[in-house]
């Protein structure tokens, strides 16, 4: 069946370390990339994407890293912040038809930073 | 903020019944995608609209069914609601291309008693 598995479904880390979710996708065909940030009552907040043309792409504080031929995307989140403690889902953009598409989400990953 | 509004925050319903949930995508967005968020499912893509018309479904029950309207906002229509209808609705809009960032709104808690 479809998936885009995360490999923890925890994580803590201690504030102002460095900190690193993965996610298995298993489309290959899939060519567009999206993390969420899903904090407690709200909506999955986007954080970063990328397209399958790029291996790598950063933003502030984070990065993405594509690796096509395992099938394999992981976020950094560079010195942590107790407001970084959320669920974070990876999410794989799937064409059904010309002009369709959807989100196929990982299971999550709860992300925990310590003080 | 993600500029998606949705509406209402919070519904308690009894099982059996209909609910509407509504949502209004972002400025200039064409595209509506609806999503159920369950403990046990997940986020499950449900059915997407692109202005006006329906162009994808997902794991939508046939109790389900949802429309755009002219002015893009877009509605989600629950009958005949059981218990395991209970969870996070969520809509998401896009501009509408096939690599176009989805942006979430705050969702929707149903709670069928």
């Known amino acids: 069946g479809e998936s885009v598995g995360l490999h923890l479904p925890t994580l803590s880390v201690q504030e102002g370390d460095n900190s690193i979710i993965n996610c298995a996708y298993s489309n290959s065909a899939s060519d567009y990339f999206i993390w969420y940030k899903q904090e407690s009552g709200k909506g999955p907040q986007f954080i970063i994407d990328i397209r399958s043309n790029m291996d790598k792409r950063q933003g502030q504080r984070v990065t993405v890293l594509l690796n096509k031929t395992v099938k394999h995307l992981s976020l950094q989140i560079a010195a942590t912040q107790p407001g970084d403690s959320a669920v974070y889902f990876c999410?794989?953009?799937?064409?059904?038809?010309?002009?369709?598409?959807?989100?196929?989400f990982g299971q999550g990953t709860r992300l925990t930073i310590n003080p | 903020d993600s500029g998606v509004t949705q509406t209402p925050k919070h519904l308690i319903t009894a099982t059996g019944q209909r609910v509407t949930l509504r949502c209004s995508p972002r400025?200039?967005?064409?595209?509506v995608y609806w999503y159920q968020q369950s403990l046990d499912q997940g986020l499950q893509f449900l059915i997407q609209y692109y202005n006006g018309e329906e162009r994808a479904k997902g794991n939508i029950l046939e109790r389900f069914s949802a429309q755009q309207f002219p002015d893009l906002h877009s509605e989600l229509n629950l009958s005949s609601l059981e218990l395991g209808d209970s969870a996070l609705y969520f809509c998401?809009?896009?501009?509408?291309?096939?690599?176009?960032?989805?942006?979430f709104g705050p969702g929707t808690r149903l709670l069928v008693l």
């Open positions: 998401a809009s896009s501009v509408g291309g096939p690599q176009e960032t989805q942006y």
């Open positions: 400025s200039g967005d064409l595209s």
């Open positions: 999410a794989e953009n799937r064409r059904i038809i010309q002009g369709a598409q959807k989100l196929v």
